[in-house]
């Protein structure tokens, strides 16, 4: 499990990533990375890792099927719908749940946690405005024209993508400033429960759009760029 590449651990086994967000191991812009460097790049010990890594792993299988799709080897056409249904549909609907509770957390906490959850309200209305036009972006241009198998440079498709990959680069900064800010979701004592159900909702927010970032940038966008 070494040599493996990080695009292609997670390739194969997608649920590994909530293991390795917890460690800030970087597998959506760092795909190209073999999990050994990657670990020791991080300060980790390497065998420890990876035992702890297999055992996340057996526990996760054991409970969750719906992400037991082997993304590498899907027909592109097949992939553009799996994304659409298995990030963009949850994500939409996480961005739409998440906006009143924030609000109401940081209404209501103010006086001891004002400026932790300003921070997170802040860039959270900042994600949900750019992911939403993103994911438009790419359900109405880019998306149709590389599942009518068009040559990409033709059209502007090949600008549209490398903005999307941008956009995938800004994105992940903004998550990485939010695990940051509010210490990887970590709850104050005195949390109540709508501030637990909020912080555990942008954690699932923030997994799922870094799996959906590494799909979209390490195996559906490649198989489409000009060598
Ligand atoms: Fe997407
Ligand atoms: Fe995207």
Redesign the pocket.
């Known amino acids: 499990m070494h040599n493996i590449k990080l695009k292609d651990l997670v390739a194969k086994h997608p649920e590994v990533t909530t293991f390795l967000n917890a460690r800030n191991i970087d597998y959506c812009c760092g795909g190209e990375t073999l999990i050994f460097d990657a670990i020791k790049e991080k300060g980790y010990e390497v065998e420890p890792f990876i035992r702890d890594m297999k055992k996340a792993l057996a526990d996760s299988l054991k409970q969750d099927e719906v992400l037991d799709k082997d993304t590498l080897t899907m027909a592109s056409n097949d992939l553009i719908n799996y994304?659409?249904k298995r990030?963009?549909v949850l994500e939409k609907d996480l961005l739409v749940t998440i906006e009143p509770l924030l609000y109401k957390i940081m209404n209501v906490h103010y006086e001891h946690h004002g400026e932790e959850l300003k921070q997170v309200h802040h860039l959270f209305m900042t994600l949900k405005r750019d992911l939403e036009e993103?994911?438009l972006e790419?359900?109405k241009h880019v998306?149709p024209r590389l599942k009518a198998q068009i040559t990409v440079s033709e059209d502007g498709t090949l600008s549209w993508m490398e903005a999307?990959m941008a956009d995938h680069v800004t994105t992940g900064e903004l998550l990485h400033q939010m695990k940051k800010i509010t210490h990887d979701f970590a709850l104050p004592e005195d949390a109540c429960p709508t501030y637990i159900k909020t912080y555990g909702l942008l954690n699932n927010l923030v997994n799922d759009i870094f799996l959906?970032?590494y799909?979209?940038n390490s195996i559906l966008f490649p198989r489409y760029l000009p060598k």
């Open positions: 994304i659409q990030h963009h993103h994911l790419e359900e998306f999307l959906h970032v799909t979209e």
